[in-house]
Every structure is written in structure tokens, then in C-alpha cells.
């Protein structure tokens, strides 16, 4: 399995992100996909998920601001930000679980700064 995200970059705070990961070796349009995040010196933490059905779920801190979907046909997985804060700040993990096991992607950094 591997899982490649892009997107990360500096942005201002009130700015906008859009973050993409593409999956491979699973069975994607049945595989609930999600996205994490790890700011410094902080435990890594759930932010979105999103179920086989595009069922969708956030963590408190960026719910109203952060959207999650999905794209079977290209098996691709997107999180699209806004209204971000330097609390956003950390590096975004692309995860899903499939054979038993946890798989995550690189990370892409995401710097909000002014």
C-alpha cells in the first residue's frame, strides 16, 4: 500500500489549502480513508475521515473549515482547508487502514504564518 500526498505549502492565516492523496494497493472505493495531522511537539491527531459511502467525519477544531472527499475513479483523496489558523500548522498524513495494519503516507507541511 502506498499512499502519496501533495498540496502543503505556506499560507497566511484566513488562507486556503487544498491537500490531495493518492492511494494504492487497496481495494480503494471500499476503503474509509482519512486524514491526520501533527503539529509540533504534539501528538499526531485525527482531523477527517471519510467511509467507502462518502460519509464524513472532523475533528471538532476544523469542522465548518476543512472538507474531505473522495474520488473512487482516480483514487484520490482530497482535503480541502479554509479559514486556516497557525494552529493549523503541522505535517497533514494521508492514512488508511487495509490488511490489518495502518498505512500512512509521507506528510506534507502545511505553514500558516504570517
Known amino acids: 500500500v502506498q499512499l502519496q500526498a501533495s498540496g502543503g505549502g505556506l499560507v497566511q492565516p484566513g488562507g486556503s489549502l487544498s491537500l490531495s492523496c493518492k492511494a494504492y494497493?487497496?481495494?480503494?472505493?471500499?476503503?474509509?480513508m482519512a486524514w491526520h495531522r501533527q503539529a509540533p511537539g504534539k501528538e499526531r491527531e485525527l482531523v477527517a475521515t471519510?467511509?467507502?459511502?462518502?460519509?464524513?467525519d472532523y475533528a471538532d477544531s476544523v469542522k465548518g473549515r476543512f472538507t474531505v472527499s473522495r474520488d473512487n475513479a482516480r483514487r484520490m483523496v482530497y482535503l480541502q482547508t479554509s479559514s486556516l489558523k497557525p494552529e493549523d500548522t503541522g505535517i497533514y498524513y494521508c492514512?488508511?487502514?487495509?490488511?490489518?495494519?495502518?498505512?500512512w503516507g509521507r506528510g506534507t507541511l502545511v505553514t500558516v504564518s504570517s
Open positions: 471519510i467511509n467507502s459511502g462518502g460519509g464524513t
Open positions: 492514512y488508511t487502514r487495509a490488511y490489518d495494519r495502518n498505512f
Open positions: 494497493g487497496v481495494n480503494f472505493k471500499i476503503t474509509t
